[in-house]
């Protein structure tokens, strides 16, 4: 059974910092891209970032989050991260973590086959 339990989402400030993690279990990790999406109440779950599988050599981000967040993934660990800097209150949503079908990075949510639950990021003025 293939498991993906994302943690570290929470309420910041603007202007603040937070760090995901998304933990995979039951499936061989490293081969396959993992993303970051998202979803603000009434919109639609939207791409936020992806990273390529094996060593992770190509990142991808929305326009909205270049420059501010960093996705990165440690194959020992069967882990992926979100390192968040800068929030906007326009960045408050649920975040999800999603475990791809081959290693390259899709931006389509029909493109993953295992999701995570989510965890609430929350940004204050």
């Known amino acids: 059974q293939v498991q993906l339990v994302e943690s570290g989402g929470g309420l910041v400030q603007a202007g603040g910092s937070l760090r995901l993690s998304c933990a995979v279990s039951?499936?061989?990790?490293?081969?396959?891209?993992m993303g970051w999406f998202r979803q603000a109440p009434g919109k639609e779950r939207e791409f936020v970032t992806g990273i390529t599988g094996w060593s992770g050599g190509y990142t991808y981000y929305a326009d909205s989050v270049k420059g501010r967040f960093t996705i990165s993934r440690d194959n020992d660990k069967n882990t992926v991260y979100l390192q968040m800097n800068s929030l906007k209150l326009e960045d408050t949503a649920v975040y999800y973590c999603?475990?791809?079908?081959?290693?390259?990075?899709?931006?389509?949510?029909?493109?993953?086959?295992?999701w995570g639950q989510g965890t609430q990021v929350t940004v204050s003025s």
């Open positions: 039951g499936r061989t990790f490293s081969p396959y891209a």
């Open positions: 999603a475990a791809g079908a081959t290693p390259v990075v899709r931006t389509a949510t029909t493109e993953y086959d295992y």
